[in-house]
């Protein structure tokens, strides 16, 4: 199965600045179709998944602009520029291109 | 609006049977693949099962196979998980996943839950 390894595991964030999540696959996420199916989903507490970010970096509806993907093949980044209250959560990566699909372990955002 | 509303989870002892539902609604259901996802306590997230749009194609976990049984009623717009000898690392909140692709899996949305507890 592909593994997938996010850093860091915890990120304390100061509000209004910014903040950044690694995601990296030990295979390539290059579909057959050329498309990289790299998915990011927000945890917030109490609350199911939600997507925020799809195919790397197209946002999903109604998801902030300040929410932005990146990356390629086995590596991938998703950046929250100006991080606000409500986006202290968990956020998770999970690829689609090998089977089985695979989760990342997770990063907790939080507000120092 | 689309909504998936799971429903089922119960206290079961270990060994025991339970089946989950999900009820759909708000998009075509048998136009896509659905899937479940589960969450044990305070643990991250693992793909459970998946199945095709027209129900002909199943996949499992290797930690569930054998013992689980996805399906789907297209005409009650419904999902459902079948889970036979239940075990304790069973434990956990269990999501409907709606599938928007028809390549490789991309899920778009997803239910609130519903709790499995195995014990005895």
């Known amino acids: 199965d592909v593994v997938m390894t996010q850093s860091p595991l915890s990120l304390p964030v100061t509000l209004g600045q910014s903040a950044s999540i690694s995601c990296r696959s030990s295979?390539?996420?290059?579909?057959?179709?050329?498309?990289?199916?790299l998915t990011w989903f927000q945890q917030r507490p109490g609350q199911s998944p939600r997507r925020l970010l799809y195919?790397?970096?197209s946002r999903e509806s109604g998801v902030p602009g300040r929410f932005s993907g990146s990356g390629s093949g086995t590596d991938f980044t998703l950046r929250i520029s100006r991080v606000e209250a409500e986006d202290v959560g968990i956020y998770y990566c999970?690829?689609?291109?090998?089977?089985?699909?695979?989760f990342g372990q997770g990063t907790k955002v939080e507000i120092k | 609006e689309v909504q998936l509303v799971e429903s089922g989870g119960v206290v079961v002892q270990p060994g025991g049977s339970l089946r989950l539902s999900c009820a759909a609604s708000?998009?075509?259901?048998?136009?896509?693949?659905m899937h479940w996802v589960r969450q044990s306590p305070g643990k991250g997230l693992e793909w459970v099962s998946l199945?095709?749009?027209?129900?002909?194609?199943?996949d499992y976990a290797d930690s569930v196979k054998g013992r689980f049984t996805i399906s789907r009623d297209n005409r009650k717009n419904s999902l459902y998980l079948q889970m036979d000898r239940l075990r304790a690392e069973d434990t956990a909140l269990y999501y409907c996943?709606?599938?928007?692709?028809?390549?490789?899996?991309?899920?778009?949305?997803w239910g609130q839950g519903t709790l499995v507890i195995v014990s005895s």
């Open positions: 708000g998009f075509i259901f048998d136009d896509f693949a």
């Open positions: 996943a709606k599938d928007i692709s028809s390549a490789a899996v991309a899920i778009d949305y």
């Open positions: 199945i095709s749009w027209h129900g002909g194609d199943t």
């Open positions: 999970m690829q689609g291109t090998q089977w089985p699909p695979t």
């Open positions: 195919k790397v970096s």
């Open positions: 295979q390539s996420l290059v579909y057959d179709d050329g498309n990289t199916y």
